[in-house]
Protein backbone atom coordinates (compact mmCIF):
# COMPACT_ATOMS: atom_id res chain seq x y z
CA UNK A 1 0.00 0.00 0.00
CA UNK A 2 0.86 3.52 0.12
CA UNK A 3 3.38 5.06 -2.54
CA UNK A 4 2.89 6.33 -6.17
CA UNK A 5 0.16 4.12 -7.91
CA UNK A 6 1.71 3.30 -11.44
CA UNK A 7 -0.63 3.87 -14.58
CA UNK A 8 -2.80 1.15 -15.95
CA UNK A 9 -2.07 0.74 -19.52
CA UNK A 10 -5.21 0.01 -22.05
CA UNK A 11 -5.24 -0.35 -25.44
CA UNK A 12 -7.50 0.40 -27.91
CA UNK A 13 -8.80 -3.40 -27.84
CA UNK A 14 -9.90 -2.68 -24.16
CA UNK A 15 -9.59 -3.80 -20.64
CA UNK A 16 -9.68 -3.77 -17.16
CA UNK A 17 -8.27 -2.07 -13.91
CA UNK A 18 -8.01 -2.92 -10.82
CA UNK A 19 -7.01 -0.12 -8.36
CA UNK A 20 -7.06 1.49 -4.91
CA UNK A 21 -6.94 -2.56 -3.46
CA UNK A 22 -9.77 -3.93 -5.55
CA UNK A 23 -11.99 -1.27 -4.22
CA UNK A 24 -12.17 0.43 -7.92
CA UNK A 25 -12.65 -1.58 -11.24
CA UNK A 26 -12.51 0.03 -14.62
CA UNK A 27 -14.23 -1.81 -17.50
CA UNK A 28 -13.01 -0.46 -20.88
CA UNK A 29 -14.95 -2.06 -23.95
CA UNK A 30 -13.66 -1.90 -27.16
CA UNK A 31 -12.99 1.45 -28.40
CA UNK A 32 -13.51 2.89 -25.58
CA UNK A 33 -9.99 4.69 -26.57
CA UNK A 34 -8.46 5.70 -29.61
CA UNK A 35 -5.30 4.34 -28.74
CA UNK A 36 -3.14 3.00 -25.72
CA UNK A 37 -3.98 5.69 -22.66
CA UNK A 38 -2.50 5.43 -19.54
CA UNK A 39 -5.15 5.75 -16.71
CA UNK A 40 -4.53 6.85 -13.39
CA UNK A 41 -7.13 6.41 -10.46
CA UNK A 42 -6.64 7.67 -7.05
CA UNK A 43 -8.89 8.88 -4.21
CA UNK A 44 -9.13 12.72 -4.15
CA UNK A 45 -9.16 15.47 -1.89
CA UNK A 46 -8.42 14.41 1.38
CA UNK A 47 -11.59 15.87 2.88
CA UNK A 48 -11.81 14.47 6.79
CA UNK A 49 -15.53 15.92 6.47
CA UNK A 50 -16.79 14.11 3.54
CA UNK A 51 -20.44 14.73 2.98
CA UNK A 52 -20.11 11.52 0.45
CA UNK A 53 -21.36 7.95 0.56
CA UNK A 54 -17.79 7.21 -0.27
CA UNK A 55 -14.42 9.04 -0.70
CA UNK A 56 -14.65 10.86 -3.76
CA UNK A 57 -12.14 9.16 -6.48
CA UNK A 58 -10.48 10.26 -9.47
CA UNK A 59 -9.62 8.85 -12.92
CA UNK A 60 -6.99 10.70 -15.10
CA UNK A 61 -6.19 11.65 -17.84
CA UNK A 62 -9.25 13.80 -18.50
CA UNK A 63 -10.62 12.90 -21.50
CA UNK A 64 -13.95 11.79 -23.01
CA UNK A 65 -14.46 8.03 -23.83
CA UNK A 66 -15.72 7.05 -27.10
CA UNK A 67 -17.65 3.82 -25.37
CA UNK A 68 -18.96 4.19 -21.92
CA UNK A 69 -16.80 2.76 -19.36
CA UNK A 70 -18.07 0.58 -16.38
CA UNK A 71 -17.23 1.48 -12.64
CA UNK A 72 -17.41 -0.63 -10.02
CA UNK A 73 -16.68 0.85 -6.47
CA UNK A 74 -16.73 -1.64 -3.55
CA UNK A 75 -18.88 0.59 -0.50
CA UNK A 76 -17.50 -1.31 2.59
CA UNK A 77 -13.80 -0.84 1.88
CA UNK A 78 -11.26 1.94 1.28
CA UNK A 79 -13.18 4.30 -0.03
CA UNK A 80 -15.80 3.98 2.80
CA UNK A 81 -16.69 7.17 4.73
CA UNK A 82 -18.11 5.62 7.63
CA UNK A 83 -19.53 2.04 7.56
CA UNK A 84 -22.34 2.15 5.53
CA UNK A 85 -25.89 0.33 5.82
CA UNK A 86 -27.18 -0.41 2.18
CA UNK A 87 -31.22 -0.38 2.58
CA UNK A 88 -33.21 -2.53 0.09
CA UNK A 89 -33.35 -1.14 -3.39
CA UNK A 90 -31.19 1.84 -1.95
CA UNK A 91 -31.13 4.76 -4.92
CA UNK A 92 -27.11 6.20 -5.00
CA UNK A 93 -26.63 9.24 -7.23
CA UNK A 94 -23.43 9.34 -9.12
CA UNK A 95 -21.84 12.39 -10.31
CA UNK A 96 -18.82 13.23 -12.41
CA UNK A 97 -16.91 16.45 -12.17
CA UNK A 98 -14.69 16.78 -15.22
CA UNK A 99 -11.59 18.43 -12.52
CA UNK A 100 -11.13 19.59 -9.02
CA UNK A 101 -12.10 23.10 -10.62
CA UNK A 102 -15.49 21.85 -11.56
CA UNK A 103 -16.12 20.14 -8.21
CA UNK A 104 -15.10 23.51 -6.21
CA UNK A 105 -17.57 25.36 -8.71
CA UNK A 106 -20.24 22.93 -8.27
CA UNK A 107 -19.99 22.77 -11.74
CA UNK A 108 -20.75 18.96 -12.57
CA UNK A 109 -20.93 17.17 -16.06
CA UNK A 110 -23.68 14.92 -15.71
CA UNK A 111 -24.97 12.30 -12.96
CA UNK A 112 -26.71 9.02 -13.27
CA UNK A 113 -28.17 6.66 -10.71
CA UNK A 114 -26.43 3.43 -10.35
CA UNK A 115 -26.90 -0.69 -9.59
CA UNK A 116 -26.36 -1.48 -5.64
CA UNK A 117 -25.27 -5.03 -5.22
CA UNK A 118 -25.67 -5.61 -1.51
CA UNK A 119 -24.10 -9.11 -1.67
CA UNK A 120 -21.12 -8.20 -3.22
CA UNK A 121 -21.31 -4.87 -2.00
CA UNK A 122 -20.34 -3.09 -4.78
CA UNK A 123 -22.11 0.25 -6.64
CA UNK A 124 -21.77 -0.23 -10.67
CA UNK A 125 -22.39 2.35 -12.84
CA UNK A 126 -21.26 3.66 -16.30
CA UNK A 127 -19.30 7.06 -17.39
CA UNK A 128 -18.31 8.87 -20.36
CA UNK A 129 -15.59 10.98 -19.50
CA UNK A 130 -12.98 10.60 -16.78
CA UNK A 131 -12.73 12.84 -13.98
CA UNK A 132 -13.69 13.01 -10.31
CA UNK A 133 -16.66 10.84 -9.37
CA UNK A 134 -18.70 11.41 -6.01
CA UNK A 135 -21.40 9.44 -4.79
CA UNK A 136 -24.22 10.33 -2.32
CA UNK A 137 -27.80 9.14 -1.88
CA UNK A 138 -30.26 11.55 -3.21
CA UNK A 139 -32.02 14.06 -1.78
CA UNK A 140 -35.09 13.30 0.19
CA UNK A 141 -37.69 15.71 -1.74
CA UNK A 142 -40.07 17.29 0.57
CA UNK A 143 -43.04 15.28 1.38
Known sequence: GGG???DNFIPQSGGVITALEGNVTLTFPRNALSGVVGIHVDMCLEQKECNYLLRPIIIEPAMTFNQPVNVT???DGLLAVSPIEMPENSLLMVTLWESEMDFFN????GNCICC???VLKTITFSICNSGIITIERPKEEDQ
Open 116 to 118: VDE
Open 4 to 6: VHP
Open 73 to 75: LKY
Open 106 to 109: NQSC
